[in-house]
């Protein structure tokens, strides 16, 4: 029979624990990488309470996959999860809370295969009619979550892996193109909207976004003291997005994110069109939101935007512009249906390309943290302009066809 140690004051010491010469307590073990380690506390209470805490946060590292359901695995994904914004955790939780919990959420981990998760998609699709946009969501979160037992090696692979590709591939879904607007289309969307009674409030800030490429939660975000008419400079310090507890403002996701924006001639003229227009109609910002007020641009209560109020404005006038230009029989200059404030952001970025700016400027500009993102835009337009300048070749090489003089050089 094993003699069991004893401290000085006679209590029993568990594995790994000690007693040094000078009264201190200690305890020791063997990490999952052969190396010892340990630490010491002044008595053997605090140790012990040290030593409960290591084991908690070991068990809550392992999974018991064989008894684990796919909401187990997610609640262990979602302590591991660090390193991200609180709004897109939010998100995530929404998403699966919403879709995945009490379907396919309770079925064990060990048990899904690929065609479980693809039946799981076809059903969400086909029965509760989600959109594909809604469809990405869960499989960027069920991916991941599924991903745990892949790299603990419970699963050989990942069943969510292909899942909802082959369900576009199924429906014939097409891939989804980022569109932008042509010059023309640009000019005759701000044109519309300068001109017409219901629209002429939201010229402002469609011109600024148009103009800027700021995203829109910067643009809801940006104080008076943003805006420097002086210098004619935009200053992006912050973003407004709407998240479990409403309404909050936050910092930019990236250092790249902070960045001063020249303001082009028409969007000054915008903006002072937006204070003459404020102070004319008594307007006044009404809101703090997280310590912040003195919003830029505001509704007709004094209340700051938001992303989904500003998308709703963009469809309605893009609607109203698309029936009047039909009405016109100008169909040539009818803007695709689906725009979006996102489409403004591309479609500056488009316009700097266009312009023969320098990447890192356009990069600066823009606020993107990678330039792969910028150099994916300025691949496309550099794409498109050589097509155009070869149709212009081939125009202006059939002109000289056509010349007498010219019939025996192009035959």
Known sequence: MTKQRLSRDGHVLWKGEGQRKDGLFYYRWTDENGQRRGFYANSLENLRVIENRLQQIEQSRQIEYFNSTVNDVYEVWCALKHGIHE?????????????????????????????????????????????????????????????????????????????????????????????????????????FCKNHGSYVK???????????????????????????????????RHTLSVGGKGRNIHDPKTKSGYRDIPMLRYVKKALLMEKRYQKKNDIRCQIS??????????????????????????????????CRCVERGEKERVIFPAITSHIFRKTFITRM???????????????????????????????????????????????????????????
């Open 87 to 191: 709004n897109t955790m939010y998100n995530y939780m929404q998403v699966y809370n919403t879709h995945v919990r009490n379907s396919l959420g309770k079925r064990k981990v060990l048990e899904i295969r690929a065609t479980d998760v693809k039946r799981f998609y076809f059903s969400l699709h086909d029965t509760k009619r989600l959109s594909f946009n809604t469809l990405d969501h869960i499989q960027n979160v069920l991916y991941q979550v599924l991903q745990l037992a892949v790299d603990d090696g419970f699963l050989a692979n990942n069943p969510a892996a292909n899942a909802l590709k082959d369900l576009k591939r199924e429906k014939l879904y097409p891939k989804k193109e980022i569109t932008v607007l042509e010059v023309e289309q640009e000019r005759g969307f701000l044109e």
């Open 202 to 236: 939201w010229y402002p800030l469609f011109a600024v976004m148009l103009g800027s490429g700021i995203r829109v939660g910067e643009a809801c975000a940006l104080q008076h003291k943003d805006i420097d008419f002086r210098k004619g400079i935009i200053h992006v």
């Open 289 to 322: 939101i997280d310590g912040y007020s003195d919003f830029f641009f505001l509704n007709r209560f004094g209340n700051a935007y938001n992303q989904q109020s500003i998308n709703r404005a963009i469809q309605r006038a893009v609607m109203e512009y698309n």
């Open 353 to 411: 390309c266009e312009s023969g700016m320098n990447v890192r400027d356009i990069m600066k500009i823009a606020g993107h943290a990678d330039i792969q993102t910028t150099m994916t835009i300025y691949a496309q337009v550099t794409e498109r302009m050589r097509q155009a300048d070869l149709k212009k070749l081939e125009h202006y090489l059939k002109d000289e066809k056509n010349s007498e003089s010219n019939n025996m050089l192009y035959p």
